[in-house]
């Protein structure tokens, strides 16, 4: 049941990855010409749901990794708890932006967070790729480069957080690019 589970968050990580690759080729597109308008819908639908969009994958993320923590009982190294660290507060964020109907600082919030995140997952990533540690994994317990998962040939646990982190910036600046060009 537990590998059912896995593989399933797993899945919708490369599902989350190719969504984020459309929206990347949806945003680059948009700046060079004009899409058509089923595109431009799209488009236009993040844009107003941004926050929403936001809101589920975080909040998805944070019962993953519980998941992982608490059910599994795979413990966190040092750098899944900086990545942590930064993802969590990202619900919270974006639920008091909706609750408050805060579209304005929310967002620079949360981007925030989610840089310094991708920079983390990204080292992370390379630790559990093989590179060589540039700053020592304090592994008192758990190696930084120990892999738990590896689905699908390329999913990791950091691997997902480095999907998350960038799908929400991605989604956060083609909103608001987005809405500067409607003006």
């Not at 899945?11 to 190719?18: A, E, K, P, S, T």
């Not at 995140?117 to 700053?135: E, K, R």
């Not at 998962?149 to 390329?154: A, H, N, Q, S």
Request: proline fraction near 4%.
């Amino acid at each position: 049941m537990i590998q059912i589970v896995s593989q399933f968050i797993s899945f919708g990580i490369v599902v989350l990855l190719v969504a984020t690759i459309g929206l990347f080729l949806l945003f680059v597109a948009r700046r060079v010409r004009k899409l058509p308008i089923p595109l431009e819908w799209i488009l236009s639908q993040i844009s107003e749901y941004f926050l929403w969009l936001v809101l589920f994958v975080t909040a998805s993320s944070v019962v993953g990794s519980l998941f992982y923590s608490n059910v599994v009982g795979f413990e966190p190294c040092s750098l899944c708890w900086y990545q942590r660290i930064l993802l969590y507060p990202q619900a919270l964020i974006a639920l008091l932006a909706l609750w408050y109907k805060d579209r304005r600082f929310a967002p620079q919030y949360i981007l925030g967070l989610s840089y310094i995140g991708v920079v983390i997952a990204v080292y992370h990533t390379y630790l559990q790729y093989g590179g060589l540690p540039l700053v020592p994994c304090s592994a008192a317990t758990v190696s930084c480069a120990q892999r738990f998962v590896f689905d699908f040939g390329f999913v990791t646990i950091p691997m997902m957080s480095l999907v998350v982190f960038a799908f929400i910036i991605l989604t956060i600046h083609t909103s608001i690019w987005y809405n500067k060009k409607q003006l």
